[in-house]
DNA sequence: ATATTTTTAGACATGCTTGTCCAAATCGTC
DNA sequence: GACGATTTGGACAAGCATGTCTAAAAATAT
């Protein structure tokens, strides 16, 4: 079936990009008007293709669906783990890093495309797909989480951070971060650079005041001045 | 139509009692299945009506579906604010005080079945109808979140906090108290008592460590011994 | 008890969507 | 240029959901 001795990639090259074409249209119109109300027309029409070219690729509305959830969490992960390697080990500027950080996480893994689909999707129908969601939990959460609580960890060894519990320190870091975006990200919209930026500084500052380490100790008394 | 002289409500007792069967199933089968996904025989069905009724009384799915959330979003509402009653104004113990306000917040608001319900729908849905959910925007957010930094404010006036900006510290108090339940909440589920206690206490903590006025600075040194 | 309103069950027309089938056209490769 | 695989467009059957209509049954008020 495929080229046994093709130079680069096995399949024909167009073969490969309708097949991507299709994830990324059906990606959008699933996330637009949910599994139910996503239509196989406007998936094919959206994505470039004949419809039928649809069923071959993938066979079934469900199966696309769930092709589309896979792809999308690994994706999503992958962004994630190569964000969380920007973490700041060793900060200069504490404050300025971890800022630098929250607004790289939040640009480039929770406000893109794949990370407002996936949250999407996941919020509408993961009651319906009870063990693929329950991969994603596994796959996702289940491994970033620790991750970034263990860079946590390492900054409070280090001396820079205060924290009894490095998994609640990292969950009220990520909260705070966005605590301004919930709104915005409850509708479906997209903040600007400048909410993300401004979310991140003030979350970052109040983080720093629960959470400093004695180089930032300063900061808590004189935002403490009424 | 209406009885002109009835002793207690205008209308038959039968008829609203339907009336409100049909909105209970409606809510939670569009919730479960979406809008488009939603089948107006099964909510027919588990309100223990004939379909018929269903037109009778709302004339088409769109507006069924409207009045599900306007109904869904004064209930909620009412709640919020009748919980934001009890924010504790003269504190005896802060801490004490703000935890049992959060976990009064989740318990009654956001982990409910409405809080649940109108959270999903608006994100699923909340696109298609955007003049639907301006209202809820207005109504909801605009009108909960200054009435919660408002008592923040008064918070701060009488020194039990220090806080620059009060929108911001109560949008931070918010974020930190839920941190702990964001998957929970993802994925459509109910936290248990403890969870919410949990995550309210911890949240509780680094708001009083970030925005703690005289009497809480002692927390923080505290915590801050690794 | 009677009259009025509401509810019910079911049939019904209509339109949409899924998924299949097929013959022609297109594409990429040898 | 010829061959095989893929794609295309459109026809097609089947199922399902919406919304309407009707006559009978039930509930309510007078």
Redesign the pocket.
């Known amino acids: ?1 495929n ?1 046994p ?2 130079p680069d990639s096995f ?5 490969e990009a ?2 991507a074409s299709i994830m990324d249209a059906a990606c959008s119109v699933f996330c637009r008007e949910g599994f139910a109300g ?5 998936i ?1 029409a959206e994505a ?6 649809v ?3 993938h ?4 199966k ?1 669906f769930v092709a589309v959830v896979r792809d999308l969490t690994e994706r999503c992960n992958a962004g994630i783990f190569t964000t969380l390697a920007s973490f700041p080990d060793r900060p200069a500027a504490i404050e300025a890093d971890l800022v630098r950080f929250a607004v790289c996480m939040n640009r480039n893994c929770l406000c893109n495309r794949d990370g407002k689909a996936l949250r999407k999707l996941i919020q509408a129908e993961g009651e319906r797909y009870p063990e693929l969601f329950a991969v994603w939990r596994e796959q996702g959460p289940g491994r970033t989480w620790p991750a970034l609580a263990a860079r946590f960890a390492r900054l409070a060894l280090a001396g820079h951070l205060a924290l009894d519990d490095p998994d609640i320190a990292a969950r009220h870091f990520m909260a705070l971060v966005n605590a301004e975006l919930q709104t915005t990200f409850m509708l479906g919209g997209t903040p600007t650079e400048d909410e993300v930026l401004q979310s991140a500084r003030n979350g970052v500052r109040a983080f720093l005041r629960a959470y400093g380490g004695r180089e930032a100790g300063a900061h808590r008394s004189e935002a403490a001045a009424s």
Do not use: C, F, W
């Open positions: 079936m080229a001795h093709a399949p024909p090259r167009g073969h309708k097949r996503a239509n196989i027309d406007l094919a470039g293709v004949s419809r039928q070219t069923y071959n690729h066979g079934d509305k469900e696309l």
